[in-house]
């Protein structure tokens, strides 16, 4: 490889290896399509780095037999990055590729094949797509033992896809993780007018939030807890902000034994409740959540997904310090919120009203029944507009509504 000077664009750096040929070329410079090789080529110790590929190839061997316009692949193995790979396949033709390709990895880390940097796939290009990729065809096979995305763990994966015309097509896909799976089919289109497509159904047993939205690329600490959820979803479009704006499908939702660490909501309504101290002296959670924030038992609901729009008409959440149930709309393209919301303080009540006399008569009415209180959540986040509604303000049925939905989620 050496002597070929092939160098990377991305560092100069040369390929490296042995490469190993005996075959007999028989072939017209006037009709190239007609060539026909018979013998084969071998691989050895190969060492190289591809623009479109994060990590660098290592301990590249290979072995090809050639018949004609035939390549069979007995056996192509590769280490990319920390991912080994193992390939074997037949492929047809000059004049564009038809045929089918295998690919097995006892381990595989999806940042050693993607990154921010590395040029999208989705780029779009000036011209068509070039004619031999217009005109290959090749089914892939892909079986992964385990593996990492960022910071899930998953495994194993299966997935049977097919690279047409210059498009990627999942055809079936479906991945394990220690708290669930996933399956899903689609679309990656390149050329004058790329995008993709998918359809997935998810479900997660108990999956640390923090461990989901990490791999999702949100940094923030907003939530903990342990997610159970079903999902049917779509979306499509060209980036991250069209697939947001383009996704639909519905899904029911359960956290439990939660955090919420920043929420301009949440503290808006203790603030009206005058309970922010009871987060001092409350010890009643988790030893693996960390003392700053909202400690909550389950945030529970169904939610609907229309074009980036998600609605609700039954979350509640349930907490040691109060209640809460909301129905409404989160607009994700426009980052903004429209709910309903009502609070019922709860849960330690005896230790407020004996330490904090103001508050107990806050909580209480007449009847010493516990009080219900109504707010309207709307604006565009982090800093929502809230504010309370009193009861005699509040829209036909909106009072039953939250009653019922407090009724239904009481505890047996």
């Known amino acids: 490889m050496d002597d070929l000077g092939l160098r990377s664009k991305k560092n100069n750096e040369y390929a490296e290896g ?33 623009e479109r590929l994060p990590s660098p190839i290592r301990d590249g061997h290979f072995k090809l037999d050639l018949s004609g316009k035939k390549v069979s692949i007995n056996f192509l193995k590769m280490k990319v990055g920390e991912s080994p790979i193992h390939v074997r396949g037949e492929l047809n033709g000059w004049d564009g590729l038809k ?22 796939f989705f780029e779009k290009r000036k011209s068509d797509i070039p004619r031999f990729a217009s005109q290959t065809e090749i089914n892939l096979d892909l079986n992964v033992v385990r593996g990492l995305w960022r910071t899930v763990k ?47 159904h998810i479900i997660m047993t108990k999956q640390p939030v923090k461990e989901l939205l ?18 049917v979803l779509f ?51 988790p030893h693996d959540l960390s003392k700053e924030g909202f400690y909550f038992e389950s945030i529970k609901g169904d939610i609907a997904i229309n074009k980036g729009v998600v609605d609700t008409n039954n979350l509640v959440m349930r907490s040691p310090v109060f209640n809460a ?7 994700l393209p426009r980052k903004w919120l429209d709910f ?13 009203i004996s330490n904090i006399p103001i508050v107990g008569y806050i909580l209480t009415g007449k009847d010493e029944s516990i009080l219900v209180y109504y707010f309207k959540v709307k604006g565009a986040w982090p800093e929502t507009d809230v504010k309370y509604v009193p009861l005699k303000n509040l829209g036909s049925g909106i009072g039953g509504f939250f009653k019922r939905l407090f009724f239904l989620d009481r505890p047996k």
Not at 340 to 352: E, H, K, M, S, V
Request: proline share 2%; with cysteine.
């Open 214 to 231: 990490q791999a999702f690329g949100v940094q923030e600490k907003y939530l903990e807890g342990h997610v159970t959820m079903e999902a």
């Open 18 to 50: 042995i490469i190993v040929c005996d075959a007999d070329v028989k072939g017209s410079r006037l009709k190239p399509v007609l060539t026909s090789v018979t013998g084969r080529v071998e691989g050895h110790d190969l060492s190289l780095i591809l």
């Open 325 to 331: 149930a909301a129905k409404g709309s989160i607009d």
């Open 99 to 120: 045929g089918e390709l295998a690919f097995k990895s006892k381990y595989m880390n999806i940042s050693d094949f993607m990154s921010k940097r590395s040029r999208s």
């Open 340 to 352: 309903d919301l009502g609070a019922q303080p709860l849960g330690t009540i005896d230790f407020l």
């Open 235 to 285: 979306t499509e479009g060209r980036d991250k902000k069209e697939l947001i704006s383009g996704l639909s499908g519905c899904a029911n939702l359960l956290i439990e034994q939660g955090k919420i660490r920043k929420s301009h909501v949440i503290f808006k309504i203790l603030d009206f409740l005058s309970l922010q101290k009871i987060l001092m002296v409350f010890k009643k959670r």
């Open 154 to 200: 998953y495994g194993p994966l299966r997935a049977e896809c097919a690279y047409r015309s210059g498009n990627i097509h999942i055809k079936h896909m479906k991945v394990c993780t220690d708290h669930g799976t996933l399956t899903m089919k689609g679309l990656l289109k390149s050329g004058k007018l790329p995008g993709m497509s998918f359809s997935s």
